[in-house]
């Protein structure tokens, strides 16, 4: 047992110093505010997307498209959700 703690606690140290990314700050802001993008196109698209198709690919471009609909057509959380997205 403490041979196969020890194995996995190795190979872990190893996964996780390789994983590590480096990323300036206005790289992570962006991909925060995709990832935020797209959960709203998901949680809004039948009062805000409904013409669009449900797999639309949202990239960096179209943060600001989906904030502008969500300001448009969407209520208070759409809203508030839309502004977040333009900081």
Not at 23 to 39: G, H, N, Q, W, Y
């Amino acid at each position: 047992m403490p041979n196969v703690r020890s194995y996995l606690a190795t190979i872990g140290r190893k996964g996780g110093i390789k994983s590590r990314r480096h990323l300036d700050p206005e790289d992570a802001r962006r991909m925060v505010s995709v990832r935020e993008a797209r959960r709203a196109f998901r949680k809004f698209h039948t009062s805000c997307f409904w013409s669009y198709r449900r797999d639309l690919p949202i990239g960096v471009n179209d943060v600001v498209w989906v904030a502008e609909q969500l300001m448009k057509h969407g209520n208070r959380e759409a809203w508030r959700i839309g502004t977040a997205l333009c900081r």
